[in-house]
């Protein structure tokens, strides 16, 4: 069992920068793909960035350029750094682990990041 508590989230200008972290409390995280999504209203949800066990990491093509997904396994934790925010970023963003048909098997509770023009 993976529990997994995100942080990190908030009201932010365009053109700033927010980082989102993830703590995952269970086993063998070192060895678990960890992922991103995100979820803006009225929309369908979306991995936004992934990173696997080895460190190999892959990006929407909308955030290219501008996150940068990262984890530290001593501490058990997966980051978001996001840059060059605009209003479209805005969204509920959810730390993942695992990949499955369904998205991830194991999901955080999500935090708000909103981003004003």
């Known amino acids: 069992q993976v529990q997994l508590v995100e942080s990190g989230g908030g009201l932010v200008q365009a053109g700033e920068s927010l980082r989102l972290s993830c703590a995952a409390s269970?086993?063998?995280?070192?060895?678990?793909?960890m992922l991103w999504y995100r979820r803006a209203p009225g929309k369908e949800r979306e991995l936004v960035a992934s990173?696997?066990?080895?460190?190999?990491?892959n990006y929407a093509d909308s955030v290219k350029g501008r996150f940068a997904i990262s984890r530290d396994n001593a501490k058990n934790t997966v980051y978001l750094q996001m840059n060059s925010l605009k209003p479209e970023d805005t969204a509920v963003y959810y730390c993942?682990?695992?990949?499955?048909?369904?998205?991830?098997?194991?999901w955080g509770q999500g935090t708000q990041v909103i981003v004003s023009s």
């Open positions: 993942a682990a695992d990949p499955s048909p369904r998205g991830a098997v194991y």
């Open positions: 269970g086993t063998r995280f070192s060895g678990r793909t």
């Open positions: 990173i696997n066990s080895s460190g190999n990491t």
